[in-house]
């Protein structure tokens, strides 16, 4: 099974093999990915960098938790961005960030197999 959207190998080092307890965390990453996306639509949307910033952190750091470096990486580019106050490229690289979510869901369950 290809793995790029999840280092598979360092996230499984972390939770120390425990595939129950990685199968939580990737649940509890898209509750949370969808609520802290949502918040971010509504900050970008009233222009509103400081509460973005927030829910974005808050995603990055979740992503990193989890090995999910691509997100990670596309998060770090929206953290830089909101410095620049640049809604447009913020917009851009949110659909990337959402087509990755979507690798990380279809991984999800077919790592639950």
């Known amino acids: 099974m290809p793995t790029s959207i999840i ?3 360092t996230v499984l ?4 093999n425990d595939t129950a307890l990685l199968v939580e965390l ?7 990915f969808k609520v802290k996306r949502k918040a971010i ?5 009233r222009q509103e960098f400081e ?5 974005v952190h808050f995603l990055k750091g979740a992503a990193g938790n ?5 997100i990670f990486n596309s998060l770090m580019i929206v ?8 809604g447009e490229m913020i917009r851009e690289v949110l659909v990337d960030i959402d087509r990755q979510f979507l690798e990380l869901q279809e991984f999800i369950v077919k790592f639950k197999g």
């Open 7 to 9: 280092n598979l190998p």
């Open 13 to 16: 080092d972390r939770v120390q």
């Open 26 to 32: 990737l649940h509890d990453f898209e509750k949370d």
């Open 41 to 45: 639509d509504q900050a970008l949307a």
């Open 51 to 55: 509460k973005m910033q927030e829910a």
């Open 66 to 70: 989890l090995a999910a470096d691509p």
């Open 79 to 86: 953290e830089n961005l909101i410095k620049h106050r640049d």
